[in-house]
């Protein structure tokens, strides 16, 4: 979509005002709303927003040493859009929503999750392929006042404990084709008020864009409907957490040929399928902060069907790497390290990094789990298990030269600040004895 586009529809459509939103560090929307009438001035020469909310806590403290904030004196970046996710938004009364990534003396800013997933995504181009995927939410619906879950068991996939979130429910499926997301299915899950929602996938930084969209797109609903909805990982310690899968194959560079099958295989799988899957088991260690990227989401590692180490399996829910092999267009991997807290640009871009790895250096697959990943017996020998706290996940990123290289240093060094204020600040809470702490800094926003 181009500019003159989007000003027919902002017209067209009775737009008066235009949400220009982008995603922080943790996946959650800043934005800043912009009366539709200055939409044009706004989209070509930029709007200008704080630099360092790249650096900041998600309850928006100001963390020292990001590199985005008291070093460059609390600048100021220009933020240009995206025309082609320029979206009317159906439950906002005559408001629209475009995204934007931020630039710093005329150069997107490295760090920020949206460019580093394009530039993960344009050298995927470069090598031949084209990425087709698509995240799959699982969240908690409580009722906005009091705090409980809708319901009080884990009876999964019961219709009836759909039903009391049923009008919810009913205008997520309605809207959300609306704003590009394509609604495929919706169930209730293990845990009292969870809920799982999957939709269609999409080539490229559109399946990220997608899954930004649907999360905050999700929240706003529920508070319309008398609800709160949290993508918190783990907001109840005895119920079951929340977890972000991601669902992908490659294509060929246009976007026209599937590559992962290969009939003639033993397993099924194509010689690219296999050094694809083996770079992403091979870099599982270091990828997990960024697919379980908060003190709460590493509390669910090692839970019920949620992997704890670096192995894979044909249709195996107790692996990290769940392969799928139906076929020319039905073989894909479904990848279940990824907590619902996570910023899926982040899964997107460290995927890929890991994947293109095995790829270009030929990795070989491991041993099979065929058994449960969690059972010792099972497991395949030498396979590293995944970090379950926040220093040692940093430490496997830090330690880690492909992925850290795929991120850059300014990344490393702001996302690791970032991390550590949260580390800093369950220290802090535990030495109070308040276990709770975690459930009132994640839960509204996450």
């Known amino acids: 979509m181009s500019l003159s586009k989007v000003l027919e529809e902002i017209k067209e459509k009775g ?18 709303l912009i009366p539709a009438r200055h939409f044009k001035e706004k989209a070509t ?4 927003c704080y630099l360092g909310h790249l650096g900041m806590s998600l309850q928006a403290d100001v963390i020292p040493g990001t590199g985005y904030a008291e ?8 933020l240009f859009p995206d025309y082609s996710t320029f979206t009317v938004l159906p439950w906002a009364e005559n408001t629209a929503r475009i995204l934007i990534e931020p630039t710093y003396k ?29 995240h799959e ?3 908690y619906v409580v009722d906005k006042e009091t705090k409980k879950p809708i319901n009080n068991d884990v009876n999964i996939r019961s219709t009836l404990r759909m039903f009391p979130i049923r009008n919810f429910v009913k205008q997520v499926m309605e809207d959300m084709p609306i704003v590009g997301v394509d609604i495929e299915a919706v169930e209730s899950e293990y845990g009292p008020g969870q809920v799982e929602i999957s939709y269609k996938p999409a080539f490229g930084i559109r399946a990220a864009d997608n899954a930004f969209t649907f999360k905050t797109s999700i929240k706003e609903i529920a508070l319309l409907q008398g609800f709160q909805a949290s993508f918190m990982s783990k907001p109840f310690p005895n119920q079951s957490g929340s977890c972000t899968h991601f669902c992908h194959s490659l294509y060929d560079a246009d976007e026209k040929t599937p590559v992962f099958y290969d009939p003639n295989s033993p397993i ?11 770079g992403i088991l091979a870099h599982a ?33 107790s692996a990290l790497l769940r392969v799928k092999v139906n076929g020319d267009k039905g073989t894909y991997l479904e990848n ?40 010792p017996e099972d497991i395949p020998p030498k396979t590293p298990n995944l970090p379950n706290t926040m220093e040692t996940a940093l430490e496997a990123l830090i330690n880690d030269e492909v992925i850290r290289d795929a991120f850059g240093e300014d990344f490393i060094k702001c996302f690791s600040a970032v991390k550590m204020h949260e580390v800093k600040l369950a220290r802090e809470a535990q030495a109070k004895g308040q276990d709770d702490w975690d459930f009132d800094f994640y839960f509204e926003y996450l």
Not at 45 to 48: F, I, K, Q, T
Not at 268 to 278: D, I, K, M, R, T
């Open 106 to 134: 005329g150069e997107y800013v490295s760090a920020h999750p949206r460019v580093l997933a394009r530039k993960q995504l344009e050298k995927l181009k470069n090598l031949g392929y084209s990425l087709y995927s698509a």
């Open 336 to 375: 279940r390290g990824g907590a619902a807290g996570a910023n899926c640009y982040l899964v997107l871009a460290a995927t890929v990094a890991a994947g293109m790895d095995g790829i270009i250096n030929k990795y070989k697959l491991p041993a099979e789990v065929t058994g449960i990943a969690s059972n």
């Open 268 to 278: 099924g799988l194509s010689e690219v399928c296999q050094n694809w899957a083996a």
């Open 137 to 139: 939410h699982e969240f």
């Open 15 to 32: 737009i008066t005002a235009v949400r220009f939103e982008q995603t922080d560090l943790h996946g959650i929307a800043r934005s800043k």
């Open 71 to 78: 070093e460059v004196g609390f600048a100021d970046a220009v």
């Open 45 to 48: 020469g930029g709007v200008n």
């Open 285 to 317: 260690p270091a990828i997990e902060v960024l697919m379980a990227p908060t003190v709460n989401c590493l509390k669910r590692v090692g839970g019920a069907f949620s992997p704890m180490n670096a192995t894979w399996g044909m249709d195996n829910r």
